[in-house]
C-alpha cells in the first residue's frame, strides 16, 4: 500500500468522508461481479471471509513451530526442556499486558486495517528473527523473536476478530467467530504434521541448527503470506468503506483510555466467563496426557488421541454451532449450556472411569458451543469504535488467566493429585457458571439485549435501520 | 445445574458408603540384627563376612498375636514371617548351618510356648534386564518378539553387612560393589530399604502407601547402574510362600477416584495369599507404580506390572534362601504349602527408559491379615464440598430470588401499560 492511501486511511477516519456525499459509485467490468462487489452478500463470504480465516494462518502456524520440533530443537540447539519451555513464556507472558495496548491502539491509532498490517509485519520479523537465532545457533535471539512474534500474534488475533465483527455484524457472526477458530486449529494442525518432515528433508542436506533455522526460515514463508493477506484485506475492506459508505469514526467518538471504565458491567462478566471457562478446558488438555494413561490404563497413543479430540472437535464443530446460534439467538443460554455440560464432563472424568472418550467427545462440542457464542456477544454490547480494545482487554485477561493457572494446575497435581485438580477446575467452571447467571440477569435487567432470539434481533435491526431512513 | 447438583449428591452418597473405620493396632516393635551371634561367634563372624544378613524384627501384641519377621540376603533377598499366639515365642537361628548355603534347611526355627498359626515368606529370585527395542515395556511381548535377555539370579549376588546397630526399626541391605555380575566393574548398586511398622499410618514418601501394625514396607532401589542395552528395562522375578492347603493365592487391583497420596496412581494392587480367608493370611500390596528419579515425583512415575502367578512346583532355587531355613521340609510339601512365582516389571511405553536417570524404585509392603487401603481423606471432601457445593447454593439462590423477582415484577405490571418498543428505543443499538 502507498503512502498516499495509507494517509487517507487515517484522514478518512477522521473526516466521516463517505457520509457526506450522495453520489453512488458506478462498479463496472469485473468490479460489478458478485464474488467483487460489496453490495453483494456473495463478496462477504468470497474472498472476505476466507481472508479473514488467512489472516492468522501464518501466527498459528508458527506459533507451534517449537512443540512439532520439540526434540529436534533440544537437540540441535542443546538446550534443556526449560530453556525448551521459555519459547512459549517469552510469546505469552508480555501478552499478558500487550494485547490489551494492541487492541487499544487499533482502535485510537492505526485502525483495524492499518493494524492488521502492522501486526502481521511483527508476526514475520519475530518468526525471521526466531530463525535467524536458530541459524546461528544464539538462544537469547531466538527468546527475543519470539517476543516480538507474540507481540504482533495476539493482536493480530485482536484484529481478526474486529474484522470479523465489522464485516458480520447482525449477520452470521456466531458462524465467523466458530470459523476463526476452526482455522486456528488447522494453523497448528498443519504445522505439527508439515513441520518434521520439512525438517527432514532439509536434512539430507544440512545439519543440525543450520537445518533448523532453514525449516523456520519456510515457516516463516506463512507469515509473510498472512501479511499479503492483510494488505489484500486492507483493500478490500477501504473500497468496500467507499462503496458502501460506511460510516467512520469522528474523533470525539473515539476511544480514550478512560473508556475502558465505562464498559457496561455485562463486558466483565464475559471476561470472568472467558477466564474461568478457558482455565478449566486448556490447562487441562496441558496435564491430560498423563491421566489417560495412568487413570483410564490408555497406551500413549490412545491417550494422545483422547487428549487432542477437545482440539479436532472443536475445529469441525464450531462453524457448525456458530450457523446454529446464528439462526437462534439467545446467546447466554448458550454459553450457560455450555457450561454445564462442561462441568459434567470434568465430573465423569473426575469421580468415575467411564471410557475417557465420551466425556472428552462431550467436552469438545460443549468448547465449541461457548466459544461460538460467547465472543460475539461483546460486540453486541460494545460500541464498534471501542471493539479492538474490548477484545484486546478480554484476549490479555485470558492469557493472563492461561498462564497464572497453568502453574498453579502444575503445583496442584504434583502435591495433591488430578482428584483435587480436577475439583479445582470444576470450581473455576462453577465461578463461570455464576458469572453467566449473573451475565443473564444484569443483561435481563438491561432489556436482554444479549439473550434476544435470532428472530427478534432481526425485527428490531429491521426497525432501527427504519428509524435512521426517517431521520435521514 | 439440576444435573451437577444430582451428581454431586449421588457423589456424597458414594463417599459415605467408601468410608469406613478400621480397627487400629499398636505393637512393640523390636529389631536386631544378626541375632543369636553371640552363641555362634565363630560362624557369625563368618557370615558378617560373606554378606549373609539377617535382621530379626519382633511386633508383639499382648492380646495373643504376634508377629515375628526374619529378614536375609542368604542366597535370595527374602522376607519371612510368622503369626505366633504368644507373647514369649521367639525366632532362633542357627548360624553354624546358615553360614554355608547347602545346610540352610531348619537353620530358623520358633521356639518357646505356643503354637504357630501361620507363616508366610516372599523372595526375590531374579533381576531381569530386557531390551524394549518396540518400547511395550511389556516382558511376554519382549520374549514373543526375541528380544535381548540379560538374566541374573540373585543367588549371584553379594551384599554389604547390616548395620550393627539398627534405629527406629528401619535398615538397608546393600549390595556390594562387586555386584551386576558380570560387569563387575560397575559402580551402581540394589538395594533394599525396609521399615518395620507397629502401628497405623502412612509413609511420607511417594506414592504414600497407607500401613498397618501387621506390615513392613520396603523400597527396593536399583541405582546408577550403566545398562546393557540402549532400551534397558528391569524386572524382578518373585517366589511367595504361604502355609496354606487353599491354592487360590491371587492378585486383586482395586481403583479408587482418589490419587491425592500418590498423584496420578489410580490403583493399588494386593496379592493375597489366600483370598477366601484374608483376614489370616499373608500379603504382598503396592501401588502400581515405581519412579525414575531419586526425588519420585508424578514426572518421573512409571508403571508396574505383574505377570501371571504361575505354580512352583519344584523350585530349587529356593532351597539357597531363608525361605528353606524358615519352612524346613515342608517347603516342598504341597499339602501344607502353595508357592508361586511371578514377574514384576518396571516401565510404561515412552518414559524414556532406565537409561532416563539411571535409577528405578519401586515401593512394596509385606503383611499379615487385610492389607490396608486408602479411604478419600475429609480434607478432599470439605475441598469437594466447598468447591461444587458453594456455588451450586448460590446458584440455587440466585435462580430462586430472580423467579422471585419477576413474579413479583409481573404482578406489578398488571397495574401498567406494556410498552415493548419504549424498551427498544432505550437500548438503541450502537453498531453499524
Given at each position: 500500500m502507498s503512502d498516499t492511501e495509507n494517509a487517507s486511511e487515517k484522514t478518512a477516519l477522521i473526516r466521516n468522508s463517505y457520509e457526506d456525499s450522495d453520489y453512488e459509485e458506478e462498479l463496472e467490468g469485473c468490479s460489478g461481479t458478485p464474488p467483487c462487489n460489496p453490495r453483494s452478500c456473495l463478496h462477504r463470504y468470497f474472498p472476505v471471509l476466507i481472508f479473514i480465516c488467512f489472516l492468522s494462518f501464518g501466527s498459528y502456524f508458527c506459533y507451534d513451530n517449537p512443540a512439532a520440533l520439540q526434540d529436534t530443537m533440544i537437540r540441535d540447539l542443546d538446550i534443556d526442556e526449560g530453556q525448551f519451555m521459555a519459547f512459549y513464556s517469552f510469546y505469552s507472558w508480555p501478552n499478558v499486558v500487550l494485547c490489551m495496548f494492541g487492541g487499544y491502539l487499533i482502535d485510537r491509532l492505526f485502525?483495524?486495517?492499518?493494524?492488521?498490517?502492522?501486526?502481521?509485519?511483527?508476526?514475520?520479523?519475530?518468526?525471521?528473527?526466531?530463525?535467524?537465532?536458530?541459524?546461528?545457533?544464539?538462544?537469547?535471539?531466538?527468546?527475543?523473536?519470539r517476543f516480538v512474534f507474540g507481540i504482533g500474534g495476539e493482536s493480530l488475533a485482536v484484529a481478526q476478530n474486529t474484522f470479523a465483527v465489522k464485516w458480520f455484524q447482525g449477520k452470521e457472526l456466531n458462524m465467523v467467530f466458530g470459523l476463526q477458530l476452526s482455522f486456528s486449529r488447522v494453523g497448528s494442525t498443519v504445522n505439527m504434521n508439515v513441520m518434521q518432515p520439512l525438517y527432514n528433508l532439509i536434512d539430507e542436506h544440512i545439519h543440525g541448527y543450520k537445518c533448523l533455522g532453514i525449516a523456520l526460515f519456510i515457516g516463516a514463508g506463512t507469515c509473510i503470506f498472512s501479511l499479503l493477506i492483510a494488505f489484500t484485506l486492507a483493500f478490500f475492506d477501504k473500497r468496500a468503506d467507499r462503496i458502501l459508505k460506511r460510516q467512520a469514526i469522528s474523533s470525539e467518538e473515539m476511544i480514550k483510555f478512560r473508556d475502558i471504565l465505562t464498559f457496561p458491567m455485562p463486558t466483565w462478566l464475559i471476561s470472568v466467563i472467558c477466564v474461568a471457562y478457558y482455565v478449566a478446558v486448556f490447562p487441562f488438555i496441558g496435564l491430560g496426557l498423563v491421566f489417560f494413561e495412568m487413570k483410564f490404563g490408555l497406551n500413549p497413543t490412545s491417550a494422545n488421541a483422547v487428549n487432542s479430540l477437545v482440539y479436532i472437535i472443536s475445529a469441525g464443530a464450531s462453524p457448525f454451532f456458530g450457523f446454529l446460534i446464528d439462526r437462534i439467538g439467545k446467546n447466554v443460554f448458550w454459553v450457560i449450556i455450555g457450561i454445564v455440560i462442561t462441568l459434567g464432563c470434568h465430573m465423569m472424568l473426575a469421580f468415575t472411569f467411564m471410557n475417557p472418550y465420551i466425556p472428552m467427545v462431550i467436552m469438545g462440542l460443549s468448547y465449541s458451543i461457548l466459544a461460538s457464542a460467547l465472543?460475539?456477544?461483546?460486540?453486541?454490547?460494545?460500541?464498534?469504535?471501542?471493539?479492538?480494545?474490548?477484545?484486546?482487554?478480554?484476549?490479555?485477561?485470558?492469557?493472563?488467566?492461561?498462564?497464572?493457572?497453568?502453574?498453579?494446575?502444575?503445583?496442584?497435581?504434583?502435591?495433591?493429585?488430578?482428584?483435587?485438580?480436577?475439583?479445582?477446575?470444576?470450581?473455576?467452571?462453577?465461578?463461570?457458571?455464576?458469572?453467566?447467571?449473573?451475565?443473564?440477569?444484569?443483561?435481563?435487567a438491561r432489556g436482554g439485549k444479549l439473550n434476544y432470539s435470532s428472530k427478534k434481533r432481526n425485527a428490531l435491526k429491521e426497525l432501527e435501520d427504519e428509524e435512521k431512513l426517517k431521520d435521514n | 445445574m439440576a444435573t451437577a447438583a444430582g451428581d454431586?449428591?449421588?457423589?456424597?452418597?458414594?463417599?459415605?458408603?467408601?468410608?469406613?473405620?478400621?480397627?487400629?493396632?499398636?505393637?512393640?516393635?523390636?529389631?536386631?540384627?544378626?541375632?543369636?551371634?553371640?552363641?555362634?561367634?565363630?560362624?557369625?563372624?563368618?557370615?558378617?563376612?560373606?554378606?549373609?544378613?539377617?535382621?530379626?524384627?519382633?511386633?508383639?501384641?499382648?492380646?495373643?498375636?504376634?508377629?515375628?519377621?526374619?529378614?536375609?540376603?542368604?542366597?535370595?533377598?527374602?522376607?519371612?514371617?510368622?503369626?505366633?499366639?504368644?507373647?514369649?515365642?521367639?525366632?532362633?537361628?542357627?548360624w553354624d548351618k546358615l553360614v554355608n548355603k547347602s545346610s540352610l534347611m531348619d537353620a530358623i526355627s520358633i521356639t518357646g510356648k505356643g503354637t504357630v498359626e501361620y507363616k508366610f515368606g516372599v523372595a526375590f529370585t531374579k533381576l531381569i534386564e530386557y531390551d524394549d527395542r518396540n518400547d511395550t515395556a511389556d516382558l511376554v511381548v519382549c520374549e514373543k518378539n526375541k528380544g535381548n535377555f540379560t538374566i541374573r539370579s540373585f543367588e549371584e549376588f553379594t551384599w554389604q553387612p547390616v548395620e550393627k546397630n539398627i534405629k527406629k526399626d528401619t535398615f538397608v541391605f546393600n549390595s556390594s560393589d562387586t555386584f551386576f555380575p558380570p560387569s563387575k566393574s560397575d559402580n551402581g548398586s540394589v538395594s533394599f530399604k525396609f521399615f518395620v511398622r507397629g502401628s497405623d499410618g502412612r509413609s511420607p514418601d511417594l506414592p504414600g502407601l497407607k500401613y498397618t501394625g501387621n506390615e513392613t514396607q520396603i523400597e527396593f532401589e536399583i541405582d546408577k547402574y550403566t545398562p546393557s542395552y540402549n532400551n534397558s528395562r528391569f524386572a524382578l522375578e518373585v517366589a511367595i510362600v504361604s502355609q496354606s492347603t487353599n491354592k487360590d493365592m491371587s492378585v486383586r487391583v482395586t481403583e479408587t477416584i482418589d490419587d491425592e497420596y500418590a498423584p496420578g496412581v489410580f490403583k493399588i494392587a494386593d496379592l493375597l495369599s489366600d483370598p477366601a480367608r484374608k483376614t489370616e493370611a499373608g500379603f504382598v500390596q503396592w501401588k502400581p507404580v515405581a519412579y525414575f528419579d531419586k526425588s519420585r515425583g508424578r514426572k518421573s512415575a512409571t508403571e508396574v506390572q505383574i505377570y501371571t502367578l504361575e505354580n512352583l512346583d519344584e523350585g530349587e532355587q529356593l532351597n539357597k534362601s531363608a525361605l528353606y531355613a524358615f519352612f524346613g521340609e515342608d517347603l516342598y510339601d504341597g499339602s501344607k504349602v502353595i508357592k508361586r512365582i511371578s514377574n514384576i516389571s518396571f516401565g510404561l511405553p515412552k518414559d524414556g527408559f532406565y537409561v532416563k536417570n539411571n535409577y528405578t524404585e519401586w515401593t512394596y509392603a509385606v503383611g499379615y491379615g487385610e492389607p490396608p487401603h486408602d479411604a478419600i481423606s475429609m480434607t478432599v471432601i470439605i475441598i469437594i464440598s466447598a468447591g461444587l457445593g458453594l456455588p451450586v447454593i448460590i446458584i440455587i439462590f440466585g435462580a430462586l430470588f430472580t423467579i422471585v423477582r419477576k413474579c413479583r415484577r409481573s404482578s406489578e405490571q398488571q397495574y401498567e401499560p406494556i410498552n415493548g418498543s419504549g424498551s427498544i428505543n432505550r437500548n438503541n443499538p450502537q453498531v453499524n
Open positions: 485502525g483495524v486495517r492499518l493494524g492488521s498490517i502492522i501486526f502481521s509485519l511483527f508476526v514475520t520479523v519475530g518468526q525471521v528473527i526466531f530463525a535467524l537465532g536458530s541459524l546461528f545457533n544464539l538462544y537469547g535471539l531466538m527468546c527475543f523473536g465472543w460475539p456477544m461483546v460486540a453486541l454490547i460494545i460500541p464498534a469504535h471501542q471493539l479492538g480494545t474490548a477484545y484486546g482487554i478480554m484476549q490479555a485477561i485470558q492469557n493472563l488467566g492461561l498462564a497464572v493457572i497453568s502453574l498453579t494446575a502444575g503445583i496442584i497435581v504434583d502435591k495433591s493429585g488430578y482428584l483435587i485438580l480436577e475439583v479445582f477446575f470444576m470450581a473455576w467452571l462453577c465461578l463461570a457458571l455464576i458469572a453467566a447467571v449473573l451475565l443473564y440477569l444484569v443483561d435481563a | 454431586f449428591c449421588m457423589f456424597l452418597v458414594l463417599l459415605l458408603t467408601c468410608v469406613h473405620v478400621s480397627q487400629a493396632i499398636s505393637r512393640k516393635v523390636h529389631t536386631y540384627s544378626w541375632p543369636d551371634c553371640q552363641k555362634y561367634s565363630e560362624s557369625c563372624k563368618e557370615a558378617q563376612q560373606q554378606g549373609y544378613n539377617v535382621v530379626y524384627s519382633k511386633a508383639s501384641l499382648k492380646s495373643n498375636d504376634n508377629l515375628l519377621y526374619a529378614f536375609s540376603t542368604i542366597g535370595l533377598p527374602t522376607v519371612v514371617m510368622a503369626r505366633t499366639t504368644s507373647e514369649d515365642m521367639n525366632m532362633e537361628f542357627d
